[in-house]
Structures are given as structure tokens and as C-alpha cells.
């Protein structure tokens, strides 16, 4: 499972049981946050996940700013699942770009990009 966190939505993907493919799941609500974690333990606990996989937004010279530090915390009340963290750098383009070569209008509904950038981070991971 990847999670794209963001300061208003949080986007979701899953893998296939053998963690070959990543597919985007939906989007939620970050606030509140307590109601956003328990969301996210329920979609785990559901899929069988036991790896959750954060994108970490650092800066472009590699160093961590406020959103990155503002993750790690959210991540943290995450309890019971290992938590990884993924740089996430220009995922939100890739995403973008995924989406407009798909013919999907995604200017209205910013969930979409938040899901695929999590599908994004996923592979990312999975990759390795």
C-alpha cells in the first residue's frame, strides 16, 4: 500500500498479492485526522497489507522541509503496519502527465492525482 499525503487529500494505491503491479485505490479526507488514519488501517487490514509506503516530498536539493517533516509525523500515527518512506520528487507531474495521456480531465477533481501519484510512488517502490 502507498500513500500520497497531502495537506488536504490523501491518495491511496495497492499492489497485486505478489507485489508486481500497483493500482490506484481512491483518495480520502486528510482532516479530520483521526477519522484519516483509521480509514487507512481499515483499507490495510482489508487488503492484507502489512507494508505501508509514504511518499516523502523532500526538497529538490535532497534536504527535508516542512511537508516532508509534516509526513514522517502523520506517518508516525500509523500504528501496527512498517512504514517506508519513498521520495516522491515530481510524482504529482507524472501523475499529471499519466492522466492527461489517458484523456482524464483531472482539473476538477484533485483526488485523482493524489490516487495516481500514490500508484506512482508505489511502483517507485516496488521497482527496487
Given amino acids: 500500500m502507498a500513500l500520497d499525503v497531502g495537506t488536504k487529500r490523501i491518495g ?7 507485489q508486481v503491479i500497483a493500482t490506484p485505490h481512491s483518495f480520502i479526507s486528510r482532516n479530520p485526522e483521526g477519522v484519516a488514519i483509521e480509514t487507512i488501517k481499515k483499507i490495510a487490514n482489508e487488503n492484507h497489507v502489512s507494508k505501508i509506503v509514504v511518499g516523502l516530498p523532500k526538497n529538490m536539493d535532497d534536504s527535508v522541509g516542512f511537508q516532508a517533516e509534516d509526513c514522517m509525523n502523520f506517518a508516525q500515527k500509523i500504528l501496527g503496519f512498517d512504514i517506508i518512506f519513498e521520495d516522491e520528487r515530481l510524482t504529482s507531474e507524472e501523475a499529471e502527465e499519466r492522466l492527461r495521456s489517458r484523456k482524464v480531465d483531472f482539473r476538477k477533481n484533485k483526488g485523482l492525482v493524489d490516487m495516481e501519484s500514490a500508484c506512482v510512488i508505489l511502483e517507485q517502490y516496488l521497482g527496487k
Fill in 12 to 18: 491511496i494505491a495497492l499492489s497485486d498479492y505478489l
